[in-house]
């Protein structure tokens, strides 16, 4: 039995009870009403006020509530229709699929870009005005999508060459690996999640340590800084189990089979969800600059004299 099959069983198998499944759904429902609606304030801030649509560090920050804002939408959207329409034209749930991974792998990687930018700031401030400027930063949120694209967009390929065309019409639970069955997938996913995994970690030690370093060194709101970069860590630290869910979904569901829905649901809320909620913490409430702005609109819109 193939690991598309294995999944449909066990969700088939051990289905959440009624009372579980609606307390489920309006968690997700709540989060990502939530987490959007504060983002479509952080973004109509950003587009009112020149002052952050010409600063490389918020043009990289809104690309990253946009992105999360897709990708939020997307998971609620697909969450939802696991427990009501409940299976999904494959054609059309690849789409979704393809889409929701994008976003997904986006994230890491901006704030992969983000440390680097605010390294870069911290550490050779004299020379952030010439290294970021908002051409390059436009031309890097270019690169990021192409690298998540490169990175997902091979599955589509493997599973048209290797799925007859009745498979794309049929209907399924819309999930990755009942979309994208091929063993291959998952050895590519693996081997990428890894790749992706060594680098990203890579920049964000390597950019932090320094950062942390050169704070302590120039005393100047030191603290400030030091809890900023704590939130980043924490916020990568949720964001990078991106790419280590599978491997622990899989382990869950050897040794848990009978919960594996509750884990789908907690990895669901620790992966997607809470690194979303925290962008908002670190630029739209601890920084001044953009405090300044959203106050006038996130409970209320305040017209501008």
Same mark, same amino acid.
């Given at each position: 039995?193939?690991?598309?099959?294995v999944?449909?069983?066990?969700?088939t198998?051990?289905?959440?009870?009624?009372?579980?499944? #609606?307390?489920?759904? %309006? =968690?997700?429902?709540?989060?990502?009403? +939530? &987490?959007?609606?504060? *983002? $479509?304030?952080?973004?109509?801030?950003?587009?009112?006020?020149?002052?952050?649509?010409?600063?490389?560090?918020?043009?990289?920050?809104?690309?990253?509530?946009?992105?999360?804002?897709?990708? #939020?939408?997307?998971? %609620? =959207?697909?969450?939802?229709?696991?427990? +009501? &329409?409940?299976?999904? *034209? $494959?054609?059309?749930?690849?789409?979704?699929?393809?889409?929701?991974?994008?976003?997904?792998?986006?994230?890491?990687?901006?704030?992969?870009?983000m440390?680097?930018?605010?390294?870069?700031?911290?550490?050779?401030?004299?020379?952030?005005?010439?290294i970021?400027?908002?051409?390059?930063t436009?031309?890097?949120?270019g690169?990021?999508?192409?690298?998540?694209?490169?990175?997902?967009?091979p599955?589509?390929?493997?599973?048209?060459?290797?799925?007859?065309?009745?498979?794309?019409?049929?209907?399924?639970?819309?999930?990755?690996?009942?979309?994208?069955p091929?063993?291959?997938?998952?050895?590519?996913?693996?081997?990428?999640?890894?790749?992706?995994?060594?680098?990203?970690?890579?920049?964000?030690?390597?950019?932090?340590?320094?950062i942390?370093?050169?704070?302590?060194?120039?005393?100047?709101?030191?603290?400030?800084?030091?809890?900023?970069?704590?939130?980043?860590?924490?916020?990568?630290?949720?964001?990078?189990?991106?790419?280590?869910?599978?491997?622990?979904?899989?382990?869950?569901?050897?040794?848990?089979?009978?919960?594996?829905?509750?884990a789908?649901?907690a990895?669901?809320?620790?992966?997607?969800?809470?690194?979303?909620?925290?962008?908002?913490?670190?630029?739209?409430?601890?920084?001044?600059?953009?405090?300044?702005?959203?106050?006038?609109?996130?409970?209320?819109n305040?017209?501008?004299?």
């Amino acid at each position: 039995m193939n690991t598309s099959s294995v999944n449909a069983t066990l969700v088939t198998r051990y289905s959440d009870s009624f009372s579980k499944a #609606v307390t489920k759904n %309006v =968690i997700v429902i709540v989060l990502g009403i +939530t &987490i959007n609606y504060i *983002n $479509v304030k952080l973004i109509h801030t950003f587009c009112k006020h020149q002052i952050f649509n010409t600063n490389p560090r918020y043009i990289l920050f809104i690309h990253m509530v946009v992105n999360d804002m897709i990708q #939020v939408s997307l998971t %609620v =959207i697909l969450f939802i229709i696991s427990y +009501t &329409i409940y299976k999904l *034209n $494959v054609s059309v749930c690849c789409i979704m699929i393809l889409i929701a991974l994008f976003t997904t792998e986006n994230t890491p990687l901006n704030l992969a870009c983000m440390a680097v930018e605010c390294y870069v700031a911290i550490c050779f401030p004299f020379r952030h005005v010439q290294i970021c400027t908002v051409k390059r930063t436009v031309t890097l949120i270019g690169l990021i999508w192409a690298t998540s694209i490169l990175s997902v967009l091979p599955d589509l390929f493997i599973t048209l060459a290797t799925q007859p065309l009745d498979f794309f019409r049929s209907q399924v639970f819309c999930i990755r690996q009942t979309v994208f069955p091929n063993p291959l997938i998952i050895q590519k996913r693996d081997i990428t999640y890894v790749v992706f995994l060594v680098l990203v970690w890579f920049t964000i030690f390597y950019t932090y340590f320094r950062i942390l370093f050169t704070a302590k060194t120039a005393g100047k709101d030191a603290k400030k800084a030091r809890n900023t970069i704590l939130l980043h860590g924490f916020q990568v630290l949720l964001c990078m189990t991106t790419y280590a869910s599978p491997l622990l979904l899989d382990i869950l569901q050897r040794s848990f089979p009978k919960n594996y829905n509750d884990a789908l649901f907690a990895s669901y809320i620790t992966v997607q969800v809470l690194p979303r909620s925290i962008s908002p913490i670190i630029y739209g409430v601890r920084d001044n600059t953009f405090r300044k702005y959203l106050k006038r609109y996130l409970l209320y819109n305040v017209r501008e004299s």
